[in-house]
């Protein structure tokens, strides 16, 4: 995990929805020299790219509602969850190729509260 993840998998999110930026200005838009946690994730998202009728929330939704979405690891991370189909999700981490796993694998690897 790299301090910037959770930056990383935001700044991914709003890739996918045409809104260009960079990890630079989101960390300083964060304001603190650590790690970003998921509910700095939600206010950056919020304050970043205001979307009428779409909100940054944290979610105990399964990670196959509505992707992309951040979703927060066991491990302290954060992935993107791009897309969910037959079973399976395309997923990346932050500075790695986006790869194909298994729903149960999702499942086991996250805490339970997605951010959208």
């Known amino acids: 995990m790299t301090p910037d993840a959770g930056l990383g998998a935001l700044a991914l999110v709003l890739g996918f929805h045409q809104i260009a ?24 998202r919020v304050s970043w790219a205001p979307r009428p ?10 990670p ?10 066991k491990d302290g991370g954060f992935m993107v969850v791009v897309a969910v189909r037959g079973g399976k999700a395309l997923v990346q981490v932050f500075g790695t190729a986006p790869q194909t796993i298994d729903l149960e694998t999702l499942e086991a690897d996250l805490i339970g509260r997605r951010r959208h």
């Open 21 to 44: 930026t960079d990890l630079a200005p989101l960390s300083h838009a964060l304001g603190k020299g650590e790690a970003a946690e998921i509910s700095d994730l939600v206010r950056l």
């Open 53 to 62: 009728g779409r909100r940054g929330r944290l979610s105990r939704a399964s």
């Open 64 to 73: 196959t509602r509505q992707p992309p979405l951040i979703a927060e690891r």
